[in-house]
């Protein structure tokens, strides 16, 4: 592909930093950034205010069909994400509009995409994900909760657990067990739900350091309409495999990471150390110089899943590569940053704090993209099986 943007993208580009550079000026002292704005009400409405802004605009339907109000193309998503990653705004909800919106105009019926896409487009639902359970995360197709359909209802009983945002979101989307005698693969129905819905209890638990990112959700004889349905009934995990590709290529990662090597870079060259700047020792310009190229190749990398993505032939290995990629990126630049900081990468509430505590925060929870979305080890599999055509283990 060819990756020179057009004068027009040009300019494209030059307004989502203008507005994102306006909306950072405005957010409240307490937004630490990424999924911070769930742990406070003053985060969480600034992270509102800013979906409502992009959502006034058209930036959060780019990409989509224009019959349901889409504009632009895919490149034009791209270019407001590396936007938005760069000043670490919210207002971008990725379970709605990164997760849910591509797989419900993939996926469902006309009425679902009727009744729910205008809510995402204009920033004012927020969603959540009901998916993972105690005893069933990288193999989902082993959840119990059960969805057993009574007239023109699902009645649904169960437990679920890691639920970012629940807390928070309006609406939640959830696969569950709706036949429990057809084989596993082909037991699931894929649901959305709101999350007021008498019967459904959500139980936080906080990080170590505090942050409340996490959930848990118990569902006891909850009433879901039939025509909630993403898909068939029974044939929820063809709805998970579309949905999961969707989730694992989230561009919001992968540009998040832009300012922090800069952020980095002028670190260095501002921070004297026996009597030298530290660009200037050998060790550590290698070491930035592998994080600048690495972020070089997972930029790349989301165009061209963005590219794949407008031409509709995104298979399950590209969006786990990505993953893949830029998940272990984080992890690396967090390990590397708190290193160069020294005893101040330790502190975050403290004028001794460097860039506002920003490495302290990452280097706790740099293992969270590791995990979540799937393992790395589980998207090593299926980059082996699916995109290279090796053997499964026996």
């Given at each position: 592909m060819d990756f020179k943007l057009t004068p027009q993208q040009e300019e494209r580009r030059k307004e989502f930093y203008k507005v994102c550079g306006e909306l950072y000026a405005k957010k409240p002292e307490c937004f630490v950034g990424g999924e911070g704005k769930l742990n406070d009400d003053e985060s969480w409405e600034y992270h509102r205010y800013c979906a409502r802004e992009f959502g006034k605009r058209g930036w959060l339907t780019f990409g989509w069909p224009a019959e349901y109000g889409g504009q632009g193309d895919m490149m034009d998503k791209v270019l407001f994400s590396e936007a938005v990653g760069y000043y670490g705004l919210p207002g971008v909800d990725e379970f709605g509009v990164a997760m849910l919106a591509p797989t419900l105009l993939a996926a469902a019926s006309e009425e679902v995409k009727r009744e729910f896409l205008p809510g995402i487009a204009s920033g004012d639902v927020m969603w959540c994900e009901l998916w993972s359970e105690p005893n069933a995360g990288s193999d989902l197709a082993a959840l119990t909760t059960t969805a057993i359909k009574k007239g023109d209802e699902f009645i649904v009983n169960g437990q679920k657990t890691w639920n970012t945002a629940a807390h928070r979101a309006d609406w939640a989307f959830g696969v569950y067990r709706s036949d429990p005698q057809a084989p596993k693969h082909k037991n699931l129905t894929f649901m959305l739900c709101d999350m007021k819905t008498p019967?459904?209890?959500?139980?936080?638990?906080?990080?170590?350091?505090?942050?409340?990112?996490?959930?848990?959700?118990?569902?006891?004889?909850?009433?879901?309409?039939?025509?909630?349905?993403?898909?068939?009934?029974?044939?929820g995990w063809a709805v998970v495999n579309v949905l999961a590709g969707f989730e694992r290529s989230n561009m919001g990662l992968v540009y998040g990471l832009l300012s922090g090597v800069e952020q980095l870079v002028k670190y260095c060259n501002e921070t004297k150390r026996n009597g030298k700047p530290l660009s200037q020792d050998p060790i550590i310009r290698n070491r930035i110089a592998d994080l600048a190229i690495g972020l070089e190749a997972?930029?790349?990398?989301?165009?061209?899943?963005?590219?794949?993505?407008?031409?509709?032939e995104m298979g399950l290995m590209d969006a786990a590569a990505v993953k893949v990629f830029s998940s272990e990126l984080m992890e690396k630049m967090a390990q590397i940053s708190t290193d160069l900081l020294g005893v101040h990468g330790q502190v975050k509430h403290s004028r001794f704090a460097k860039m506002g505590g920003t490495w302290e925060e990452s280097y706790q929870s740099c293992f969270v993209p590791i995990i979540s979305m799937g393992t790395n080890e589980i998207q090593r599999n299926i980059i082996a099986w699916y995109g290279l055509g090796l053997p499964r283990m026996k």
């Open positions: 019967g459904i209890t959500v139980k936080g638990f906080p990080y170590m350091n505090g942050l409340h990112i996490y959930n848990e959700v118990y569902l006891d004889d909850v009433h879901i309409p039939a025509n909630q349905i993403v898909g068939k009934e029974g044939e997972v930029r790349t990398l989301a165009m061209h899943i963005a590219d794949m993505q407008s031409r509709h």
